[in-house]
C-alpha cells in the first residue's frame, strides 16, 4: 500500500506510522522498517521496487518535502507512477511531507507530484486553531481517553490556555498529570496550573530578557528551575519564540486572523502578545532562539557537562 501524510501537525503524522508499524514483525524491525530522506531519483526507483524478505511485511517511510521544491521530467514521473502501482502486497511505502510548524507553508498542489501522492491514501495532518475550541478539545479528549485519564471542564480550559494547540506537548502533560492525579483518574484545573508550564510564567521571564534586565531574568528562570527541568523550559521557551518571530515578521503584513492561523494562537491572544512585543527586536528574538538551538544541540549530543548552565549561558550570552 502507499501512503501520503502531509502538513504541520508532526504528532499526528508520527501516530499514523505507528498505526502502520504495528504490523510488523517486532523481532525483525531493524530490516522491515526503513526511513529514507529525499532520495535521488535512482535511489527513489530503488526503494520504491524494494521486495520484502521472508519475515512478512515491510515498512519504508519517505521524507520527501525537497520534491515539492524541485520538478521531475514526464519520463521520470512516469517511472515513479510505474513503481508505485507494481508495489509488492507485503510492501507499505510512506511518503512524508513534514510542513515546518507555525510558517503558514503550504504544498503546491499544482505539482504532478502531488496529485500523483494525493491519488494514494493521502492524508493531510493540519495544526488544529487553538479558535476551532471544540475540534481541538475533541482531540485532547482523545489523547486523554488513549491513557486513561480524563479532564474537568476547567482542567481542559487551563490545559489549552497554558500549552496551546501543540498536541505534542499536551501528549507529555498529559503523562504528568495523570501520574500527579494518581491513585484518581481525573485531572483537575489547579493540577494543570500546578504541574504544566505556564506561558505567563514564561512571558514574566521573557519580558526581563528582552528588557535586558537580566538580574530579574536570571531570578526568573532560577524560580522556573525548582519545578522544571532545563530541555522542557528550552522546549517550551522555543515554541514560544517561532510564534513571536513570526509575529514580529508579519505584523505589518498580515491581520490578526492570519497571524492566528499562521502562529496557532487565538486572535486575542495574538493581539495580547504584539502588545508585549512592541518593544523588543526582531534581530534579538532569532539571535535568541539560534542561542537555545545550539544549546539543545549541544545537550543531545552529550556536549553539555551542565544541562542549567548550558541553558543558562545561551540566555544571558
Excluded at 493521502?122 to 486513561?148: H, N, Q, S
Excluded at 509575529?247 to 496557532?264: D, I, N, Y
Aim: with cysteine; net charge positive.
Amino acid at each position: 500500500m502507499i501512503y501520503f501524510f502531509y502538513g504541520e501537525e508532526d504528532f499526528d503524522i508520527e501516530n499514523e506510522i505507528g498505526k502502520l508499524k504495528k504490523g510488523l514483525d517486532k523481532n525483525f524491525l531493524e530490516m522491515s522498517f526503513k526511513t529514507f530522506d529525499n532520495p535521488k531519483f535512482p535511489d527513489l526507483i530503488s526503494i520504491l521496487r524494494s521486495q520484502p524478505m521472508m519475515f512478512g511485511k515491510m515498512l519504508i517511510v519517505i521524507n520527501c518535502l525537497d520534491y515539492f521544491s524541485k520538478t521531475f521530467e514526464d519520463k521520470e514521473m512516469k517511472q515513479i507512477e510505474q513503481a508505485l502501482e507494481d508495489n509488492n502486497e507485503n510492501l507499505d511505502i510512506v511518503f512524508v511531507a513534514q510542513l515546518p510548524r507555525g510558517e503558514g507553508k503550504k504544498l503546491d498542489s499544482r505539482k504532478k507530484f502531488f496529485k500523483l501522492l494525493s491519488k494514494q491514501n493521502a492524508k493531510e495532518c493540519a495544526v488544529i486553531p487553538t479558535y476551532k475550541t471544540a475540534e481541538l478539545e475533541g482531540r485532547i479528549t482523545k489523547i486523554a481517553k488513549d491513557k486513561g485519564v480524563k479532564l474537568d471542564k476547567d482542567a481542559m480550559t487551563a490545559l489549552i490556555s497554558q500549552i496551546g494547540n501543540n498536541l505534542r506537548q499536551i501528549d507529555k502533560e498529559l503523562d504528568k498529570l495523570k501520574l500527579f492525579a494518581y491513585p484518581k483518574d481525573v485531572v483537575t484545573a489547579p493540577m494543570v496550573r500546578e504541574i504544566c508550564i505556564s506561558n505567563e510564567d514564561l512571558f514574566a521571564f521573557s519580558d526581563f530578557l528582552m528588557e535586558n534586565r537580566k538580574d530579574k531574568a536570571l531570578l526568573e528562570y532560577r524560580k522556573l528551575l525548582d519545578t522544571r527541568y532545563p530541555l522542557e523550559i528550552l522546549s517550551t521557551l522555543q515554541t514560544m519564540l517561532r510564534r513571536w518571530i513570526v509575529l514580529k515578521s508579519k505584523a505589518k503584513s498580515a491581520s490578526s486572523m492570519e497571524l492566528s492561523r499562521m502562529t496557532g494562537m487565538h486572535e486575542y491572544v495574538v493581539k495580547l502578545n504584539l502588545q508585549k512585543l512592541k518593544n523588543t527586536n526582531l534581530k534579538d528574538l532569532v539571535r535568541l532562539k539560534q542561542s537555545l538551538t545550539d544549546a539543545e544541540y549541544r545537550i543531545k549530543a552529550g556536549l553539555a557537562l551542565d544541562v542549567e548552565k548550558e541553558v543558562e549561558n545561551a540566555l544571558f550570552r
